[in-house]
Every structure is written in C-alpha cells, then in structure tokens.
C-alpha cells in the first residue's frame, strides 16, 4: 500500500507565495488520487519500491500516477516557510555551474516557461553533474536516470487559483519557499549514492 504522506507544515503556511486553497486541493485531491490509483494499479501484485517500480514499468497509467506521487511528495520537501538559505557545498557547486544563485534562477525559469502544457522542471544531478531538465506529464528524472534535488510543479492546477494563467509569477514568488537545506541534503544524498 502506498500512502498520502502529511504535509510538513499546515496548507496555509506558505501564504502569500503559495495560497491554502490551492494547498488543500493539491495534497488533499490531487496527490491522493494519484495514490488511490497507483494503490489499484498495483493490487495483487508484488509491491516494490516505488523508485524501482517507476525505473522498471512500463505500465503507462503506474507512470503517470507513481510519478504523480513520488513527484509530489518530493515537492512538499522542497518547500518551507519562509524559505531557508543556500549555503556550503551545493552554493558552491551551482555558482560554478551556473555563473551564480541569479544565474541558476533565470535558466530554471526559461525552462519553466518553456514546458508546454503540464510538467516539471527540475535541478538534477546528471551523471555528476548539476543540470536542469523538464518532463512532461507526470515523468521523473529518475525514470531517464537522473537524480532530482530541487522540482516545481508547473501544472495549471499547482498555480491557477492565485496567479490564473501567470506562471512567470508564479516561479518568481516560489524562490520564497524553497527549503534550500532539503535541497542541499538531495545533493550530499546523490553524492554518496553515485
Ligand atoms: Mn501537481
């Protein structure tokens, strides 16, 4: 069985940037159906990691929904009120990459606006090193073997209510939020694991 995991913080928590509603039906009805129906695509079958389920299947809909909830449940980690400071070896690695923090921004955002449709776009660690990368749908880095470190859902449903069809506004308010630390501790975690 896999299971909707808690918030780490309560769903009004991340006002102004990021609105309770939009919280609510987005934990509460979006990443609990992609559970539900990963929980019936997987019925009766020997249950896996749900890592090596999504680098091994090739069942679209357990795809689409194990994608769905192993993204999210990555995203909630990814953000804290408040936000917190990037710092240490992860700071130095994306200035090296990327010119600076600003740098680093401006990329992940044109490739933000660039997705068509819905998707995500990621910071990852691509055989060493740090890239950005977009998917589709509901897919993860870690089906074409990337690790990811740091996603936005640019879904209509992740942003619709506060900023209606302004993604720009959207990326530029969520750098508020990002829990840099979680971000950093994703980067130590690849490192060791590579
Ligand atoms: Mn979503």
């Known amino acids: 069985m896999f299971t909707l995991p808690d918030l780490p913080y309560p769903t009004n928590a991340l006002e102004p940037y990021i609105d309770a509603q939009t919280m609510e039906i987005h934990h ?5 159906t992609y559970v539900k129906n990963l929980n019936d695509l997987v019925t009766g079958k020997e249950e896996k990691d749900l890592e090596e389920l999504l680098k091994t299947t090739d069942n679209q809909k357990i795809k689409n929904n194990g994608g769905g909830h192993y993204n999210h449940s990555l995203f909630w980690q990814m953000m804290t009120p408040g936000g917190s400071r990037l710092e240490g070896k ?8 990327f010119g600076n923090l600003d ?3 401006e990329k992940f955002t044109a490739a933000g606006l660039g997705r068509f449709g819905s998707g995500w776009v990621w910071l990852v660690v691509d055989g060493g090193k740090l ?3 977009d998917t589709p749908n509901q897919d993860s880095p870690i089906m074409s073997g990337q690790t990811p470190l ?5 879904w209509e ?3 619709y209510i506060l900023y209606k069809w ?4 959207y990326i530029k308010n969520w750098w508020n939020i990002i829990n840099w630390q979680k971000v950093d501790e994703n980067y130590s975690q690849a490192q060791a694991n590579s």
């Not at 302004?166 to 506004?169: C, F, I, K, L």
């Open 166 to 169: 302004n993604r720009v506004e």
């Open 131 to 133: 890239a950005i990368m």
């Open 28 to 32: 509460g009805k979006h990443h609990a």
């Open 157 to 159: 449903h992740a942003y």
């Open 103 to 105: 740098g680093f921004k």
């Open 90 to 97: 992860l700071a130095e690695t994306i200035n090296s990459t």
């Open 150 to 154: 740091l996603g936005i859902d640019v």
